[in-house]
């Protein structure tokens, strides 16, 4: 199998014991990385150092990158590409768990189709238990129905993908875009030509935060939605009337009580 690096990005607000399970599932994969690229966005809390320490002491291929102030997401991932020393660079969140068989069935799948420089995959949700989904999340597979597909929403779930790192390059990088940091790169890897697609399997088992559902609600989510909306019509990936249409479904569940809103994403947006 081909070599491949894992990038995290770690802030001071993240949970030290969650933190220790993803790195953990990632040390239990059938396949191992031979680097690890965790970019500490800023000054950590001690727990969190003492994870970190932890891990860095008993593997070599833990490679850190410390800024002293937060940046954002899109930033410090704009630095981690950079750093990892590979082509293939697998994607992961410091809260999630991946399934011991992840990377080996992402690695298999470019191994037999080259042609794909970003490869995702589906999620199950859980709350408490890692072993009690709540529910999963279907996305488009084939290229086609991800380009349909996202005009309206994400195709791809962030801690699940694998990519290469001369698309991501090639195609401007992460770069700072509050709560967009991923669509945004995948609409302009799509404009620069790239082929991407997702897996059936499940993958990832992703931690439902309790707060999920509140932070995607309100005017300043509104906002960064509105401009985001604005680039994709500047790109020309949707038309004059998917933006309006795209601008008044979003605004109506941004503004509605938080417990409405979290009816609408488990019942019409998991699938």
Known sequence: MEKFSVLMSVYKNEKAEYLDK?????LNQTILPDEIVIVKDGILTSDLECVLSKYASQYSF?????FSKNRGLGLALRDGILACSNE??????TDDIAKPERFEKQLEYLRTHPEISLLGSCIEEFSNDVYK??????LPLKYDEIVKFAKKRNPFRHMTVIFKRSAVVNSGNYRDFLWFE??????????TGYRMENLRDVLVSVRAADDMFS???GYKYFKQEYKFQKYLLELKIINTMEF??????RGTVRFIPNIFRAKVYRNFLRN
């Open 22 to 26: 993803a790195i953990e599932s990632i």
């Open 62 to 66: 833990f490679k850190f990158l410390e």
């Open 88 to 93: 293939l660079i697998a994607r992961m969140d």
């Open 133 to 138: 989904s709540d529910s999963v999340t279907i």
């Open 182 to 191: 991923d669509y945004d790169l995948w609409m302009r890897m799509m404009k």
């Open 215 to 217: 932070r995607r609600g």
């Open 244 to 249: 309006y249409f795209n601008i008044i479904v």
